[in-house]
């Protein structure tokens, strides 16, 4: 069983493409969806719930969670020793974890929400600003928070951590007939992503792929041919049999 999880500004529906993709190399999924403007604490909450109820009606006690973005905090927030809702998994369950272009080191655009010097400055007006922008996890996402300094450490039925890091420079979504770059798809650096306290992690494996922010993922004018590629490479993806390639094609065509 795979689960996926979108990122900010996003919903499961956004990954409905992806779990179509799978449903056609023989795997099934189910989408996690949360708020994504509230804290990612209570949003991590939710899914360790939703992943107990699932384990209750489930044979295979296998699950890979496949989660993007801001979706990557939530999930690995969720997945960890110091929790007391996660200290109490199952020892039967085994959980795979794939996250995709996940600011681990805080987002810097965010970094203003986190500043004294700037709270002072604004005479406090700093706090209800970031609050309007972000919502209730404004106090969650700059580099300076408890949230991202205190990454802790996986539970003991994650046993496998996979980690695609986007480098999104010159990366675009739109472009006109000359070439030129309508809309970029740039959100993160690989600053952004990479994140000593999380990438110790013996366990960890990175893989670093030139794609934009959506690209990686795919929307209804991209195909995520690269991510495709890296799952399948990874063996999270079940291989395309040879017969089957043209009817992928296809399928991908309609899809996206």
Request: glycine share 6%; net charge negative; aromatic share 8%.
């Amino acid at each position: 069983m795979l689960i996926l999880l979108h990122g900010c500004n996003g919903s499961a529906g956004k990954f409905l493409a992806l779990a179509n993709v799978f449903a056609f190399h023989g795997q099934q999924t189910a989408c996690f969806n949360y708020n994504d403007r509230d804290s990612m604490m209570t949003s991590s909450a939710q899914f360790i719930r939703a992943i107990r109820v699932l384990r209750e009606h489930m044979n295979n006690p296998k699950i890979t969670v496949i989660a993007h973005s801001q979706g990557g905090l939530v999930v690995r927030k969720a997945l960890i020793r110091e929790r007391t809702e996660a200290s109490q998994w199952e020892q039967d369950i085994e959980l795979h974890l794939i996250i995709i272009s996940a600011p681990f080191a805080g987002i810097s655009a965010a970094k203003y929400c986190g500043s004294n010097v700037a709270l002072f400055l604004s005479l406090g007006a700093s706090i209800p600003i970031c609050q309007m922008i972000t919502g209730d996890k404004w106090s969650e996402i700059h580099h300076s928070s408890d949230f991202i300094q205190q990454p802790w450490t996986l539970i003991d039925p994650v046993d496998y951590y996979l980690k695609i890091v986007t480098d999104e420079r010159e990366s675009r979504l739109y472009q006109n007939e000359a070439g030129e770059c309508i809309e970029n798809d740039y959100i993160f650096t690989v600053d952004e992503q990479y994140f000593t306290k999380v990438d110790i992690d013996p366990m960890l494996v990175n893989v670093e792929v030139n794609a934009g922010y959506m690209e990686i993922v795919g929307d209804e004018n991209i195909i995520p041919t690269k991510l495709i590629y890296v799952l399948q490479k990874q063996g999270i993806m079940n291989p395309t049999p040879p017969s089957s390639k043209k009817e992928l094609v296809k399928l991908l065509e309609m899809l996206y």
